[in-house]
Nanobody, 116 residues
């Protein structure tokens, strides 16, 4: 059974940086798309950034130029480098992997809190 485990969340300061990781265990199939989502209190879950198997990326307008998504296919691991943090980046960050059979896998989330 495939499990995703996020790490790297915590408390950050405005203007600072945090790096999130999401590692898959359990021998996943080849993963097509890896995505970071986040959910702030009282808000719906929103897409933050996505990266395809060939390395194509897409970002929410709110994080463009500040966040960088990357992946290590050999390790089935996803990363999110978050720079120039803002208080509005606060939320629970979830990783999602989708394989080429359109099967979705979700992590349980990691809390990111940015203080002003």
């Amino acid at each position: 059974q495939v499990q995703l485990v996020e790490s790297g969340g915590g408390l950050g300061q405005a203007g600072g940086s945090l790096r999130l990781s999401c590692a898959a265990s359990g021998r996943p199939r080849i993963i097509n798309t890896m995505t970071w989502y986040r959910q702030a209190p009282g808000n719906q879950r929103e897409l933050v950034a996505t990266i395809t198997h060939d390395g194509s990326t897409n970002y929410a307008d709110s994080v463009k130029g500040r966040f960088t998504i990357s992946r290590d296919n050999a390790k089935s691991t996803l990363y999110l480098q978050m720079n120039s943090l803002k208080p509005e980046d606060t939320g629970v960050y979830y990783c999602n992997f989708q394989d080429f059979c359109k099967t979705d896998y979700w992590g349980k989330g990691t809390q990111v809190t940015v203080s002003s």
